[in-house]
């Protein structure tokens, strides 16, 4: 490897702590991929430019091609595992309205997507369409045009912050 | 189709949710580039830095001494050729390349670092020598050879006639009536030249492939391609070995658009597999690789000239198109032919002339985009008709109905049209666009008619058999790019059994189980593999019945089926589930359910070289029509698109849901082409913009507001009347686009992309 200077460190990963070797110069994409086999992260251009490996650190979308490991140690990290964590289980409201919405297509950029999407709606901000559009603008798809996803997003974000005790309402 | 109505239907026309959609929403569907295997190395490749040149020399013996690597390939070791019906393009560089980015050579090592960091340590002499970069200069006998062996090359001839000694390698020709009595008989003349532009289809997922050939000389590639068997027997041909020593394996796909139809890295990560003594080899595309040497949308020039009488009618066509292949044939003379015959629309005229000229240049090579050369036609002949409709003052819509293809027409390849929803979908459009009210103030709009063919002859085949607790595997090779074919297919096997939904386990796209098909491609999937699934479903429908009528002693003709089970008309309780047949009875004489479905379009003919014409050279046509309005800002020359209304005729709607998905998606795809992508070349023919900072790709903000409208004339040979329809909606976008900036800012945009700088250069050109 190119850099052969590895810290073993804790990272806090979907809300498990689990340790790692990991080189000074490594990014989190790497790590999450290839030491954590979190595979949802996807890497469509290694160069910050499309979304695809969006991750929250902090609850702030990342972009994990270019964040170092090293300084997600000691903050939670999330990708789009931490969502539904059973296999079979349903899934989690936002996922459910990607779906109802038919707002994923080839599905690679989704995990990303969902990232952002997620960290728009915790931030509690009153969401518009301008805003969701805004809030993905780093998050590129070339499949859907956008118009579900921004859609599945006002529809998450009503659900999930708006009316409760609702998530049993479905089409 | 007709006397069916829908509710004798229950899973078909509804908008049931993808079946995939969980998969793919949780990050668990695996793509190619998900695929770890144990003991697998790592690919990185060298490249051409010249766009035409002689390779003098190439060492790679410092390359093979860095720790790590386990295999260095050339050209030399691999002396294969790919991609029918021209097989020109070698796994790497052989002697010459040919353009700038073309692999010369590839090198397989324990890690990624380690193989690119051994890959610089290449050495490669190159002997410069001339490019040419403009088609139309490639053309003239005086352009230096791009393919000067190009006799040598094993070619499917039935289907093209290349120029000889020139790099014109396929010379298409269309010939129907008289078209020099048509205009000697018209009262006026337009003509016009049309240029669409080279663009990246840039699906999100980079170009994936692990390949691993084992102690028998199996091979085995997990590869992110659209068309698994297209890609076996390719490889198959060009290695020299029968098609089932290659196995391919698709998993999901990360958006295709045409990119991943034929081979393209996959290639290289087979010829460093043969060499690495059985271990696997990865070769995943950085995003630089993909947008600068792997594949564009290409450029096209199309030259138009058209007769036409006072009333408005046609009576000649004369279409002279040139197709920039790039350095290698790809898909070149299919889309040559295909795409040239689409130059006169789907309107009536007497008397055409087509010649389509597919050249060599040395540039990036030109790959198939969704729509297959039609958005490049259309652009050309719709905004020739709204001059032609304008210059004679007449309505654009009104005027296009009026000469619209109809029902029982013949077409511009001798074929007569059936089932023909063109008239369908321009009056759906006009109705959303509200084309009988003016348009609101500052704004232009326009609409468009378009249609495209589906590529035939092409078969599909199915397995299908039943499990133990009565639920249905489907083993199909269509793949799954986002287009929603699992949730189609699943939908047409449930709907043809009478299965319920989540009883339908489809497995997908392993050449080693699934068995043929010609591609994912061409909006085939639906009406082909549809057909072949609709066959199967039938088949397990009737044995499922015959044995139902065993258990239950009536005859199969008092059963009826539905959500997985069998009951006797009209009496519930004598009923049994899918799981009681599926089990087989003691003293049967008969197996496991199973059942296989094959499908091959009727009577579709090929073409004769010398008039482009067949009695049925397509299954099905996608018809569409397409509306939008604008606005067009005169001191920046930005283009406002406020909305686009796309409407398809479908045949019969499968799924409303997974259709208006697929309008929206093609829409915006179309749009972003249209107004601002562009791969664009220095004078060196090197790609200056391979990333997404600077390839402008559209985003959330930047998509109009789109509608999607889907009508139904149904197909006599559709599954339950369906047509294909995925190209559909980026047909006609870019001629809608810049109908409506003449009809808003009285100018005439004849080149694209539609830039602000272009528009504002025309404005100037207007001012004098």
């Known amino acids: 490897m190119m850099l052969p200077d590895g810290r073993d460190v804790t990272l806090m990963v979907n809300g498990t702590a689990t340790e790692a070797s990991v080189p000074s110069g490594e990014f989190l994409l790497d790590t999450l991929r290839n030491r954590l086999g979190l595979l949802s992260v996807k890497e469509g251009c290694q160069s910050a430019a499309c979304g695809s490996c969006t991750v929250l650190v902090d609850g702030k979308p990342r972009l994990a091609c270019i964040t170092l490991t090293l300084d997600a140690v000691g903050v939670p990290a999330r990708t789009v595992e931490s969502l539904s964590t059973d296999l079979g289980a349903a899934m989690h409201p936002l996922q459910e309205a990607f779906a109802r919405n038919y707002a994923t297509q080839c599905g690679f950029c989704a995990p990303g997507m969902l990232m952002s999407a997620l960290a728009v709606i915790e931030s509690n901000t009153e969401l518009t369409e301008a805003s969701i559009r805004r809030a993905l603008s780093g998050n590129l798809c070339r499949c859907t045009g956008y118009v579900q996803i921004v859609r599945a997003i006002a529809d998450a974000s009503e659900r999930m912050n708006g009316c409760h005790d609702q998530g049993g309402a479905e089409e | ?134 088609p139309l200069a490639a053309m003239s006998k005086e352009a230096p050879r791009i393919h000067p062996d190009f006799d040598n090359y094993v070619r499917d001839s039935r289907l093209f006639t290349p120029v000889p000694q020139s790099n014109i390698l396929s010379h298409f020709k269309l010939r129907k009536g008289n078209v020099d009595a048509g205009f000697a008989a018209a009262d006026r003349i337009f003509e016009g030249t049309y240029r669409s532009h080279a663009f990246n289809h840039a699906p999100l997922e980079p170009h994936a492939a692990v390949a691993q050939v084992d102690r028998t000389g199996q091979l085995t590639l997990w590869a992110s391609t659209q068309s698994p068997w297209f890609v076996a027997e390719d490889l198959a041909k060009a290695l020299g070995w029968p098609v089932h020593r290659v196995r391919v394996i698709s998993p999901y796909i990360g958006g295709g658009f045409g990119i991943k139809h034929g081979l393209k890295n996959e290639p290289i990560a087979v010829a460093l597999a043969l060499k690495a003594n059985g271990r696997p080899v990865r070769f995943v595309l950085s995003r630089e690789e993909v947008f600068s040497s792997t594949a564009v949308r290409g450029a096209v020039t199309v030259s138009l000239k058209t007769g036409v009488r006072e009333d408005g ?136 008619t378009t249609a495209k063919s589906s590529v035939a002859p092409s078969g599909s085949s199915c397995f299908m058999y039943m499990n133990d607790d009565g639920s249905l595997t489907l083993m199909s090779s269509t793949t799954e790019m986002g287009q929603g074919s699992r949730t189609v297919l699943s939908q047409i096997a449930a709907e043809s059994v009478g299965a319920r939904l989540e009883d339908i386990r489809l497995r997908a796209s392993d050449t080693a189980f699934t068995p043929p098909d010609r591609s994912t491609s061409s909006s085939r999937s639906t009406f082909n593999m549809g057909n072949a699934v609709f066959t199967a479903g039938q088949d397990v429908r009737k044995q499922i019945l015959s044995r139902a009528s065993a258990l239950l002693e009536v005859s199969p003709d008092e059963l009826e089926i539905c959500n997985s089970s069998v009951q006797v008309r009209g009496v519930p309780a004598a009923c049994c589930s899918f799981s009681d047949v599926a089990k087989v009875l003691p003293g049967a004489t008969s197996g496991p359910i199973t059942a296989h479905g094959s499908f091959v379009p009727k009577e579709t003919t090929s073409f004769d070289l010398e008039t482009g014409r067949g009695v049925r050279i397509t299954a099905f046509w996608l018809y569409s029509s397409q509306g939008v309005e604008v606005s067009v800002d005169g001191d920046t020359g930005e283009i406002t698109v406020h909305k686009i209304v796309s ?122």
């Open chain 2, 1 to 134: 189709m007709t006397g069916i109505s829908d509710r004798d239907f229950s899973i078909i026309g509804r908008s049931v949710r993808q079946v995939d959609g969980a998969e793919k929403l949780t990050g668990t569907a695996v793509f190619a580039g998900d695929v770890y295997l144990h003991g697998m190395l790592f690919a990185a490749v060298l490249r051409s830095p010249i766009a035409h040149g002689l390779i003098q020399r190439i060492d790679v013996s410092r390359a093979e001494r860095v720790k790590g690597v386990k295999a260095v390939v050339t050209g030399n070791d691999c002396p294969f050729r790919y991609n029918p019906p021209l097989r020109d393009q070698p796994f790497l560089a052989i002697d010459r390349v040919r353009y700038v980015g073309e692999p010369v050579v590839a090198i397989a090592a324990e890690d990624e670092e380690t193989a690119r960091r051994a890959a610089l340590l290449v050495e490669v002499d190159y002997e410069e020598l001339p490019a040419v970069f403009d």
């Open chain 2, 313 to 448: 009618s046609i009576v000649a066509r004369k279409a002279e198109v040139v197709w920039d292949t790039g350095a290698y044939a790809d898909v070149g003379p299919l889309l040559c032919r295909n795409g040239s015959y689409s130059a006169t629309g789907p309107y009536r005229i007497e008397n055409q002339w087509i010649d389509g000229y597919c050249v060599y240049t040395n540039k990036i090579v030109s790959s198939a985009f969704r729509g297959y050369g039609v958005m490049e036609m259309a652009f050309a002949y719709e905004s020739h008709t709204d001059e032609i409709a304008r210059a004679l003052s007449l309505d654009t819509v009104e005027y296009r109905r009026r000469i619209l293809l109809r029902e029982g027409d013949e077409n511009a390849t001798g074929e007569v049209v059936r089932s023909i929803g063109l008239r369908e979908c321009l009056d759906a459009c006009a109705e959303a666009m509200d084309w009988d009210n003016p348009v609101p103030e500052g704004r232009g709009r326009a609409i468009v």
């Open chain 2, 647 to 768: 409407v398809h005729d479908t045949g019969r709607t499968l799924n409303p849901s997974a259709c208006a998905v697929q309008a929206e998606g093609g829409v915006a795809i179309a749009c972003s082409a249209a107004l601002t992508e562009e791969t664009i070349l220095d004078e060196h023919g090197r790609v200056v913009n391979p990333s997404f900072m600077d390839y402008e790709m559209a985003t959330a903000g930047d998509v109009p507001e789109i509608f999607p409208i889907m009508v139904e004339v149904p197909h006599a040979e559709g599954p339950y009347g369906a047509k294909g329809m995925g190209e559909g909606p980026t047909t006609g976008v870019a001629a809608a686009i810049a109908n409506a900036v003449a009809d808003a800012a009285d100018i005439r945009v004849r080149d694209l992309p539609l830039t602000p700088e272009r528009i504002l250069r025309s404005m100037q050109v207007l001012e004098g």
